[in-house]
């Protein structure tokens, strides 16, 4: 199963929490927390570009499964790190934040962030 597609954020759980404890300010917190953000995957073999819009904001991270890359966090910090993919998952430790983004279906995808013993997930559909 192919990750390319348009998916639009339909529900997140612990949202607030947990960009608290990655330190982003209280007013970007409340700007966001009810934004349908917008992300764009692009699957072309083990290379991916991803791109999530937020309001004004987008942020665009390429990668290549197993090989290191430099990807931008929602603080906006750049981190070196490596994406692997198990099955219909990838997977990705970015400054002790656990992400895992899986293809539950053809049309939704499942992103979980742990930091500690605070989980954020997001749900988003095709579009």
Request: proline share 1%.
């Amino acid at each position: 199963m192919s990750f390319s597609g348009k998916y639009q954020l339909q529900s997140q759980e612990n949202f607030e929490s947990f960009m608290k404890a990655i330190g982003l300010p209280d007013e970007l917190i409340q700007k966001g927390k009810d934004i349908k953000s917008i992300s764009e995957i692009e699957e072309t073999g083990d290379n991916f570009k991803v791109s999530v819009t937020t309001g004004t904001q987008v942020l665009v991270n390429s990668f290549t499964i197993g090989q290191e890359a430099e990807l931008e966090t929602v603080t906006g910090d750049k981190i070196k790190a490596v994406v692997m993919r198990e099955g219909a998952k990838l997977k990705v430790s970015l400054k002790g934040i656990e992400s895992v983004t899986e293809l539950v279906d053809g049309n939704t995808i499942v992103n979980t962030l742990t930091l500690g013993d605070i989980v954020y997930k997001r749900t988003s559909k095709r579009m």
